[in-house]
């Protein structure tokens, strides 16, 4: 009754998924067993239920959860903990991904673009010319490709700084892309 939304694993055993209504569940046994973590309220809220929409993890080892109301938590062990990063969107982020030098984009509804400081406190909104929501984000290297609804497909050559739409003639929805 609660489904999952995303899964990710560090190596072959520890691996951390999340879902409807702030569900956080971890193994460390590949998958055998999990357990449930219970999160914090977010700033001025009663009780912990964001929908945890996907993850994405940085160079560092650091976990990154996007969610509704425009927050990103991280977590530092693996998934056992969790600390609200207020993004200062209120949409929902759907995706997300660490840029090579350090620094966070996530996407969601209607287009939303947010590139964020390495620590995840300063965040600035990025013109995209679309309004279609974005629901995935890949990077490798200066490389970021943004794919979405209705066609949507950027790319930046630039680390995230420049982005060029290459929407697809037929409109088909994207939901994951890969750099490669």
Same mark, same amino acid.
């Given at each position: %009754? ?10 072959? &055993? ?6 409807? $209504?702030?569900?956080? &569940? ?13 999160? &914090? /309220?977010? !700033?001025? !809220? ?7 929409? +996907? ?6 080892? =650091?976990? #990154?959860?996007?969610?509704? @109301? ?11 903990? $969790?600390? #609200?990063? %207020? ?5 929902? *982020? $759907?995706?997300? !991904?660490? *840029? ?10 209607? +287009? ?5 400081? =390495?620590?995840?406190?300063? $965040?600035?909104?990025?013109?995209? /010319? ?18 979405? &609804?209705? +066609? ?8 995230? @700084?420049?982005?060029?739409?290459? /929407?697809?003639?037929?409109? !088909?929805? *994207? ?6």
């Amino acid at each position: %009754d609660r489904p999952l939304f995303a899964v990710h694993f560090f190596d072959q &055993l520890d691996g951390v998924a999340v879902g409807l $209504w702030s569900q956080v &569940l971890t193994t460390r046994d590949g998958g055998r067993s999990w357990q449930q973590q219970s999160l &914090l /309220p977010p !700033a001025g !809220a009663r009780r912990a239920d964001l929908n945890l929409m +996907g993850l994405f993890a940085d160079q560092h080892g =650091a976990l #990154y959860a996007t969610a509704e @109301r425009g927050q990103l938590l991280r977590s530092t062990d693996r998934g056992l903990s $969790w600390r #609200y990063l %207020d993004t200062g969107y209120s949409g929902t *982020l $759907w995706t997300g !991904a660490a *840029l090579a030098d350090g620094r966070l984009l996530v996407g969601g509804q209607r +287009g939303t673009l947010m590139l964020g400081s =390495a620590d995840g406190q300063h $965040w600035q909104r990025l013109a995209l /010319p679309s309004v279609s929501s974005i629901t995935a984000i890949a990077a490798r290297g200066r490389q970021v490709t943004v794919v979405g &609804l209705d +066609g949507l497909l950027a790319r930046s050559g630039d680390g995230a @700084r420049h982005f060029k739409l290459e /929407p697809l003639t037929d409109g !088909a929805s *994207l939901t994951a892309v890969l750099n490669v």
